[in-house]
T-cell receptor, first 112, second 112 residues
Framework: AQSVAQPEDQVNVAEGNPLTVKCTYSVSGNPYLFWYVQYPNRGLQFLLKYITGDNLVKGSYGFEAEFNKSQTSFHLKKPSALVSDSALYFCAVRDDTDKLIFGTGTRLQVFP | EAQVTQNPRYLITVTGKKLTVTCSQNMNHEYMSWYRQDPGLGLRQIYYSMNVEVTDKGDVPEGYKVSRKEKRNFPLILESPSPNQTSLYFC???????????FGDGTRLSIL
């Protein structure tokens, strides 16, 4: 069965420092991976996805993610964090079925 | 403007009183889905639909019904709501499951 794990409930980082939000997955076939962001009182917004191709995927707002097949990971990264990046981040995965599974979310707090 | 519209945004009701949460999208998307978001559990899929008249159970379908009579609409029905269905609900749509999902702004349900 497919699953996705976000091991950190919260990540704290100072503004201007690089940030990483971790995600690991388990699928029976080829993975389709996504990152979404949720701001207060809003629905989720798409950031980036990996289907095939380059392991480094670039997305919205300066975010990128690195697909690592051997470690079954898809960590979200940004070289320089902004206070406005503070939000709830979700990793999601699907395999060859029709279901999309979301992680439990990681709250990113960027301090001035 | 491309959007997914959910109504109502907030609802407080009592156990056993049937309710319907509407969801409509204006992007001609094939795929639609309902999720519930609970603290510490992330988003869990309730039902999804690959196209008109095609619906399937997600991970937590008990106590819910859906229908897809038209491409743009995907209502969520709680025939006999119970307190454990108190949650934040999101509708989402996409061209296909490999494409980014567009989320509504959510419906906060409180069942007393």
């Amino acid at each position: 069965a497919q699953s996705v794990a976000q091991p950190e409930d919260q990540v704290n980082v100072a503004e201007g420092n690089p940030l990483t939000v971790k995600c690991t997955y388990s699928v029976s076939g080829n993975p389709y991976l996504f990152w979404y962001v949720q701001y207060p009182n809003r629905g989720l917004q798409f950031l980036l996805k990996y289907i095939t191709g380059d392991n480094l995927v670039k997305g919205s707002y300066g975010f990128e993610a690195e697909f690592n097949k051997s470690q079954t990971s898809f960590h979200l990264k940004k070289p320089s964090a902004l206070v406005s990046d503070s939000a709830l981040y979700f990793c999601a995965v699907r395999d060859d079925t029709d279901k999309l599974i979301f992680g439990t979310g990681t709250r990113l707090q960027v301090f001035p | 403007e491309a959007q997914v519209t959910q109504n109502p945004r907030y609802l407080i009701t009592v156990t056993g009183k049937k309710l319907t949460v509407t969801c409509s999208q204006n992007m001609n998307h094939e795929y639609m889905s309902w999720y519930r978001q609970d603290p510490g559990l992330g988003l869990r899929q309730i039902y999804y639909s690959m196209n008109v008249e095609v619906t399937d159970k997600g991970d937590v379908p008990e106590g819910y019904k859906v229908s897809r009579k038209e491409k743009r609409n995907f209502p969520l029905i709680l025939e006999s709501p119970s307190p454990n269905q108190t949650s934040l609900y999101f509708c989402a749509s996409s061209l296909s499951l490999n494409q980014p999902q567009h989320f509504g702004d959510g419906t906060r349900l409180s069942i007393l």
